[in-house]
């Protein structure tokens, strides 16, 4: 297991974090997972034996059961609380009143003292916006977590399915402010998915900012369970929930050279598109959710799998992004200034 620094931060992660979406199974995630208690104890305990010391979650997973089932699995294993590092998330509905969801400051502190209470713990290591409020100005929300910063309840600051001129502007309102500035983007990619290339990556890399991948198996597709020829696959979420979006075509080209380069060497297919992720410049943790102690362990071989520079040639090329406006234009009209042309 390799350690990656959180963005600008002195804080280092292991380059897998466990994602505990799948904890509890209350609500619209019951279809993502629903694992106990003791189940999710082994679950922590493989991924803290295994290497990791990043956790994530959400309140909103199992309406907060996540966040307790979490909490409660490293009290029972006595692991230390500076041995982990606890990312959880705000925006979803948290209850049936208008002021239960969003990222206004009134939801941001209530949620933030609940999220607290729920993990057991004192202080939120990173504290991620989970996704786009319209209704809410952008500097009161990025006032409110500078304001649980300066507290001591949050150490560090994310953001979450953002678009990348909502995550620049930001940066600069923060900047301008003196506040706290997002150290990660937690967001969507995956071979099958690089949509992420087009703006957000250039971004990150401009800004400092550190990727932390959701879905990196798009949602169960590359578990090596689908193909061309068997769509439905044998079980999983993508049979009841076909989420995220993906391109089925281009992903079952990129499985094909998958299926090949895990016959190469002796892996698996997740475990290839694992590794495809660690290889990105871009990643500092790629956050994978297990329902059974043998997926994780299957995860957690993927740091062991040493891509050639022949395979990601492969695999870039089989998933690669059509060309589109305006980065069409930049490699037309840039590429005589580019000093690494």
């Known amino acids: 297991m390799r350690y990656n620094k959180l963005g600008t931060t002195g804080l280092f992660v292991s380059e897998l974090c466990l994602g505990t979406m799948t904890f509890g199974g209350k609500g619209l995630f019951k279809v993502v997972g629903q694992v106990p208690q003791d189940e999710a104890d082994e679950l922590v305990k493989t991924a803290i034996d295994g290497g990791i010391n990043f956790l994530d979650t959400a309140n909103v997973y199992s309406e907060g ?6 909490g409660q699995a490293l009290k029972n294993l006595g692991i230390a609380r500076s041995d982990v590092v606890i990312a959880t998330k705000v925006l979803g509905p948290m209850g049936e009143g208008p002021n239960d969801k969003g990222l206004s400051r009134y939801h941001i502190m209530n949620q933030a003292e609940a999220s607290l ?3 057991q713990t004192d202080h939120i290591d990173l504290y991620q916006i989970h996704g786009w409020d319209p209704a809410t100005p952008m500097e009161e929300t990025l006032r409110a977590f ?11 600051i994310g953001v979450s399915n953002w678009a990348a001129w ?24 995956t071979i099958a998915g690089r949509d992420l290339e087009r703006e ?9 900012l550190g990727l932390l991948v ?27 929930f076909d989420f995220p979006p993906v391109d ?17 060497h002796g892996a698996t297919v997740p475990q290839i598109a694992i590794a495809w992720l660690l290889k990105q410049d871009v990643t500092t943790s790629v956050i994978v959710g297990a329902k059974r102690k043998d997926q994780l362990d299957d995860n957690l071989g993927a740091c062991g799998v040493a891509l050639t520079d022949a395979d990601m040639e492969k695999l870039d090329t089989v998933s690669q992004l059509p060309k589109e406006y305006p980065g069409w234009m930049f490699e037309r009209q840039g590429s005589y200034r580019d000093p690494n042309a």
């Open 248 to 264: 089925r075509d281009r992903a079952y080209d990129a499985i094909d050279v998958m299926r090949e380069i895990a016959a190469a």
């Open 200 to 208: 957000i990556v250039p971004m990150m890399q401009s800004e400092g």
């Open 166 to 189: 909502q995550i620049a502007k930001a940066l600069g309102i923060a900047a301008t402010n003196g506040y706290s500035r997002f150290e990660t983007v937690q967001a969507y990619y």
């Open 65 to 70: 059961m996540s966040e307790e089932i979490t």
């Open 117 to 119: 209470e729920r993990l």
């Open 214 to 240: 959701w879905s990196p198996l798009a949602g169960g597709l590359l578990s090596g369970k689908y193909s061309r020829e068997d769509e439905a696959g044998t079980d999983g979420r993508r049979a009841s």
């Open 146 to 156: 500078e304001d649980l910063v300066s507290s001591g309840m949050v150490r560090y």
